[in-house]
């Protein structure tokens, strides 16, 4: 076992931080040789209990659970900040030309070194991730993730209609390469399998009942999907489906809506919709970089606390404009806090956290096992320093609670607060 003693941040069962500023966090094998915490706490309380275990101090340093991002592309990594009308003129000029490159497997793997390279630098641990239609990005993508021991989800986009070629694909070969990769790598190593329906309007009803087939069939996959981003794709997707009583309600009657089934954006939703999220166990996606870049809305963080369903914090690069989960949970704080579109609410800085950690674990059913650092989960977390910068410096010295500890580096913070990313690799 190995122990590492510094400032300690995690969570309790009802999302509330627990945070010991002389924290001691012990990992250690679990059966199958994967490093998981064993103890977390106190460091008098903790090193009792350890007494022969090796101390790594990190002093004025903070330990954290690694951060969690519901969703991400990560084909495209090279069309960040690409300046645009909206979401689907963006599409048409930059994503799928971008994407149709990753035909290729050699360009999916070059990709994929720098998306994980820029995830570990930003402290993300875990992402719920969409590769392409072409199932070399998804070879690549978990040859990738495996060989650095990462927890991570993705799977090839399935849109077999109003999509340009190069991306467009067939779909019975797109439903028989899906549950070919399903079978290759889900549940390898630490390795999860999402199908992935780009979003109802470029998939035909064919692909869309094979999807919720493969949904049904294995249903320990997560199902991954954009739903009701802008105003001009949720009057597309009613033009296309008018027997649907919402967009979201699409998604329902394939079969695509379950517990593990995850939904980028959500934002021009009504009650109805809410409620359908809540009683599926369906959570989102709430990514507000990419909102606010693309002009699309803003998430009613209001509307799903007042209803009750899942929902977590994710970047979407590229439409997103940064990996920097402290740029996005800011972003979500500014969401948040409008008020002529929708009930403004001032979130607070723990759970702005907890949204992007635990709280984004539970959403994708990965309780306890990753997003936090308490015993049992995977010992995957970052070691902060907050006082990377000389005003983080001065900022968090004055900070006179852990709220306003948190918050100065959500505002003020950036990849260079996260000094080093550890990843619980098998021994």
């Not at 190995?2 to 069962?13: E, I, K, N, V, W």
């Not at 003129?89 to 820029?118: C, G, I, K, M, Q």
């Not at 079978?183 to 009942?209: C, E, K, M």
């Amino acid at each position: 076992m190995q122990a590492y003693r510094a400032s300690l941040l995690r969570f309790d069962d009802t999302g509330r931080p627990v945070f010991d500023e002389d924290g001691l966090l012990v990992v250690g094998p679990d059966a199958a040789g994967r490093q998981r915490v064993q103890d977390a706490g106190a460091y008098a309380t903790v090193a009792a209990r350890h007494a022969g275990v090796a101390v790594t101090h990190w002093p004025g340093r903070i330990l954290a659970p690694g951060f969690v991002d519901m969703h991400i592309h990560f084909p495209q990594t090279d069309i960040i900040g690409a300046p645009s009308d909206g979401l689907l003129p963006w599409l048409e000029n930059y994503t799928f030309p971008a994407e149709s490159r990753f035909a290729d497997p050699a360009h999916a793997a070059e990709v994929a070194e720098v998306f994980f390279d820029e995830l570990m630098r930003n402290g993300v641990t875990t992402s719920l991730t969409f590769a392409t239609s072409h199932p070399a990005s998804v070879q690549a993508f978990f040859a990738s993730a495996k060989r650095r021991q990462l927890r991570m989800i993705t799977g090839k986009v399935l849109q077999d209609r109003h999509s340009p070629d190069g991306v467009r694909d067939d779909t019975e070969r797109s439903l028989t390469d899906t549950e070919a990769l399903i079978r290759q790598w889900h549940n390898v190593d630490r390795l999860g399998y999402a199908i992935t329906p780009r979003f109802a309007p470029t998939s035909t009803d064919a692909q869309l009942r094979g999807a919720g087939e493969l949904a049904a069939k294995y249903p320990d996959t997560w199902v991954h999907s954009h739903v009701a981003e802008n105003k001009d794709e949720v009057k597309w997707a009613r033009e296309l489906f008018p027997r649907a009583r919402s967009y979201l309600d699409v998604y329902a009657g394939f079969g695509l809506m379950r517990e593990r089934a995850v939904y980028a954006h959500c934002i021009h939703f009504d009650d109805d919709d809410r409620r359908l999220m809540r009683e599926t166990k369906t959570a989102t996606a709430v990514s507000p970089t990419s909102n606010l870049f693309l002009g699309s809305g803003f998430f009613d963080f209001e509307g799903a606390d007042r209803i009750g369903y899942r929902y977590g914090l994710a970047s979407d690069v590229g439409g997103g404009t940064s990996f920097c989960p402290f740029a996005t949970m800011l972003a979500a704080y500014y969401a948040g806090r409008e008020g002529q579109t929708k009930p403004g609410i001032s979130i607070p800085p723990s759970q702005l956290w907890w949204r992007h950690t635990a709280g984004a674990a539970h959403a994708l059913g990965l309780d306890g096992v990753i997003g936090n650092l308490q015993p049992g989960c995977e010992a995957d977390f970052i070691v902060i320093d907050p006082k990377a910068t000389p005003l983080l410096a001065r900022k968090t010295s004055l900070a006179n609670s852990l709220e306003e500890l948190l918050f100065s580096m959500i505002v003020l913070g950036d990849d260079r607060l996260v000094e080093r990313t550890v990843i619980s690799q098998a021994g």
